[in-house]
């Protein structure tokens, strides 16, 4: 399963690799919304969760679906700028049925929003279904999106509103401490495109970011079967510290292709046990329970959700997930009387490394 962005025709000069204030601020708030799949960023999530303001809390609260289990499109912008302002201005020119159409993929669960031929401002059907999956996925979830549709001007006020706050509160020190790693990246990532090519930029970028061998199509490697293009705005590659273990993809109609990739990290990581990484393949060998990761890989579902995606019985359905989850691939978080299961991404994505490791060891 691959995310394929069609670059044939385009001038080197539309590869771009660029900083965004945005795209890290993005990053940083779904640490703060996840920070179970950052586990190296517990220090740092204790001291701002322990600085920000009653209010401020709150209303990250109230927002926190657009960068919780995807980031909105908007967030990872195609034209990054120098500055948060700058970017943020950017994101008020945008119309509102993109935005909102963007807001809602997000709040909705992105495998599930029919919103690519209608818009759910203007079409009653597909306002009403938006709803629905708002509802079905929280009561949170649902207020969001009923002030969305109801008054999108005032929604997107007070987004960018607590977006300015973050910058005070903790975003502008962050920023200023991770400026010159992400200036350095973006050095090394500038003289490999000029000199070597697009290929040898994309090897540095990923292990999952490579060329087709006829050039004219970046594949990025994700549980996703997905193609776009990238016409006269070109792609646009920006690094970050704070978003690992994550690679970012902006791929939707309408929008322009964007990946947002981690900074490599020059840290040696802690051993995982033999005994750990059998576990963990035994889960994987069985098909039904790939299934079911394919789908968590969108985001947080429930038992019921997972055995009507796939028409399993419930006990089938609970008895596969057990199984992923003592084998530490999943974690489990109760919304009332529904329990949503996530993918454990840093132990999912490192499991490769993790086996080569035990065995040489």
């Not at 790693?181 to 000199?195: E, F, M, N, S, Y």
């Not at 039904?288 to 969108?298: G, K, N, Y």
Request: hydrophobic share 45%.
């Amino acid at each position: 399963m691959t995310l394929r962005i069609d670059i044939s025709g385009l001038p080197s000069e539309r590869i771009r690799f660029a900083a965004s204030p945005l795209a890290e601020l993005t990053a940083m708030l779904h640490v703060l919304a996840e920070p179970g799949h950052h586990p190296e960023r517990a220090v740092w999530v204790r001291d701002v969760q322990g600085r920000l303001p009653p209010e401020l809390t709150e209303r990250l609260r109230e927002a926190e679906f657009l960068w919780r289990s995807s980031q909105a499109d908007f967030l990872i912008p195609a034209r990054p700028r120098p500055t948060l302002a700058q970017e943020l201005d950017d994101v008020d020119r945008i119309d509102d049925e993109a935005y909102v159409t963007a807001a809602l993929v997000t709040t909705c669960g992105s495998n599930r929003v029919p919103f690519a031929t209608s818009s759910p401002l203007s079409d009653a059907t597909a306002r009403e279904r938006a709803l629905d999956l708002a509802q079905a996925r929280g009561p949170r979830q649902e207020a969001f999106a009923e002030r969305l549709l109801a008054d999108p001007g005032a929604v997107r006020a007070r987004v960018r509103h607590t977006l300015e706050q973050c910058a005070e509160a903790f975003f502008g020190t962050a920023w200023a401490g991770v400026a010159v790693q992400i200036a350095t990246d973006l050095r090394v990532k500038k003289d490999l495109l000029k000199r070597r090519g697009i290929e040898a930029a994309l090897a540095s970028v990923s292990g999952a970011v490579t060329l087709a061998p006829d050039g004219d199509c970046i594949i990025v490697d994700k549980l996703q079967d997905k193609a776009t293009a990238a016409r006269g705005g070109g792609v646009t590659f920006i690094p970050s510290v704070f978003s690992r273990p994550h690679l970012v993809a902006v791929h939707a109609p309408g929008w322009q292709p964007v990946l947002q990739y981690p900074v490599t990290d020059t840290r040696p990581p802690e051993p995982v046990s033999l005994e750990t990484v059998t576990l963990r393949l035994e889960a994987l060998a069985h098909p039904v329970r790939l299934r079911l990761l394919r789908t968590l890989a969108r985001g947080p579902h429930t038992t019921g959700e997972l055995a009507h995606t796939w028409g399993l019985s419930m006990p089938e359905a609970s008895r596969h997930l057990a199984v992923l989850r003592r084998a530490g691939l999943l974690t489990a978080r109760r919304h009332g009387r529904y329990v949503r299961y996530s993918l454990n991404l840093p132990d999912l994505t490192t499991l490769g490394g993790d086996l080569l490791a035990a065995v040489l060891r």
